[in-house]
């Protein structure tokens, strides 16, 4: 099961996992290792620049020559798939283990979150537990209220929060966050080919759309939709639920930092917007526990395990969400 937050230990580990002198460094996980190098902040910048290009200009140019049911089906399946590879993969299942997955699943998890183009799956994993441990206090790496709670500052602290922290030269130590992943050959090698899962990420909706087409103006509509658009939407829906789902947001249950429940971005964030109980109950494989709240990523948790692919799934009990809001009333009275 993978190493969550509340284990890491701020002193070093031995190859045993163990708090201790480290006997031998762990081999590299991703292209970049403690600090990101120039190529790395101008490729960084690509990726998320053209991609929201291509947004800004998907209305004006739907307006002008429309987009076909084949594009929009590329974009909402590619969509979708980057997104439950984010949101099971990366999030509840290699940075929280909320459940236990059967090795295929695992890699599969793995390959589809990196098709979502936000980063090798293990130093996502190292950040997103990182800032599990210092959530919305110093030492989180996107915290919305890192300049303060002035209206400047909010302002500021979004920005950073949202895309601004992954330009800082500073990382994450994959070593000490995430060593279980390291320590797997198959994961370590998904993470070092993050570049080619990128490639193929973009030129599947393209090949496609040419292919059932047969033109050329096929494949680029396809691109446009099905990948440019359909990765800057997916980047910003995600970097949405670091800022915009700790700043606001209805917050019924008790954590220790800010998080909050964002409604409007349940479906787009496959239940990932339901920011609040996670934070309060991390290893939880549902996040969307109350009446009404979509939680699109537990119910393919729910189809995994009953297929076999996965088990051991922390599912929330009654009484355990039920705690939770007693504490939340306690602290409110």
Known sequence: MAIGPD????????????PGSPSAPLPSATLGGEQKRSVEQITLLLFIAVPF??????VPLAWGWGVSWLDLGLLVFFYYLGCHGITIGFHRYFTHGSFKAKRPLRIALAVAGSMAVEGPVVRWVADHRKHHKFSDAEGDPHSPWRYGETLPALLKGLWWAHMGWMFDEEQTSQEKYAPDLIKDPAIRAVSRQFVFWTILSLALPPLVGGLVTMSWWGAFTAFFWGSLVRVALLHHVTWSINSICHAVGKRPFKSRDRSGNVWWLAVLSCGESWHNLHHADPTSARHGVMRGQVDSSARLIRWFE??????????PSRERIASRRREQAAVAE
């Open 306 to 315: 009953q297929f076999g692919w996965a088990h051991d799934v922390r599912w």
């Open 53 to 58: 290009l291509a947004l800004l200009a998907a």
């Open 7 to 18: 284990v890491i230990e701020d002193a070093p580990k031995n190859a045993s996992g163990q």
